[in-house]
């Protein structure tokens, strides 16, 4: 029997640590009944702040743009759960003083590429773990490239790519369907175009999804005459 299909889009942001976490929970899930399943996962693009700089903030500048003095005083301990959260899915989360935030617009230009050469879900892994755990920026387009050609990109289809609109219109588009969609956070997790998962789920969560999105078909035995495709009718 055919394993059943499941489509998946990711709605993520490349410094959004939840995204980094919520997509470790649901390859888990995938890893679980990849024997039951099949999975077409795609990512797409979501600014969380398109509004950051060329060079980016401090991390204290964004959250105190964003949030206000009173969440400063808080940042140590949020780390520090984020870090455990991260540690129980593998992730190495690297909070430094010095740590920016960075622009992702380029990013997502690089991860729609990917996905033009096949390579979408290690390119979007790698650039996860390029800025929480090893700090690179984000939108520098030498250490973007570096990583799009190490994950399986061609390096002749970087040649220029970031001088260039290849991709920007592509990327905007998908931030305007999340914006039609009502998604406002990531990450969400849109199943077979149809069913959508707010936020970094347990990857119990996402088993229970499948189930019920995609129940597994039960064969009724019977003797009724039918065609098969190597023996013929």
Not at 92 to 104: I, Q
Request: aromatic share 10%; hydrophobic share 35%; charged share 25%.
């Amino acid at each position: 029997m055919n394993k059943q299909k499941i489509k998946i889009d990711i709605v993520s942001d490349i410094n959004c640590p939840w995204c980094y976490i919520g997509e470790q929970r649901l390859k888990k899930a995938m890893d679980a009944v990849e024997n039951t399943y099949d999975f077409d996962i795609s990512f797409k693009a979501f600014e969380l702040n398109a509004s950051v700089p060329e060079n980016g903030w401090t991390r204290k500048e964004y959250f105190l743009k964003n949030y206000g003095e009173s969440i400063l005083p808080k940042l140590g301990e949020m780390d520090k759960q984020m870090t455990s959260n991260g540690a129980e899915e593998g992730i190495e989360f690297n909070f430094t003083p010095d740590m920016r935030v960075n622009n992702t617009f380029n990013g997502h230009r690089l991860i729609w590429l990917a996905g033009e050469c096949g390579v979408q879900e290690a390119v979007a892994n790698a650039l996860f773990k390029s800025y929480f755990t090893d700090n690179k920026n984000m939108n520098d387009t030498d250490i973007l490239k570096a990583i799009g050609v190490e994950n399986g990109i061609p390096a002749e289809r970087l040649e220029g790519f970031f001088e260039g609109d290849e991709g920007r219109k592509e990327v905007r588009e998908m931030e305007s369907f999340a914006q039609a969609a009502g998604i406002t956070g990531v990450p969400a997790f849109i199943i077979n175009d149809q069913y959508l998962v707010n936020g970094a789920q347990p990857s119990e969560a996402f088993l229970n999804a499948f189930k019920q999105i995609a129940p597994a078909l039960q064969e009724i035995k019977s003797e009724g005459g039918s065609c098969d495709i190597d023996a013929g009718c």
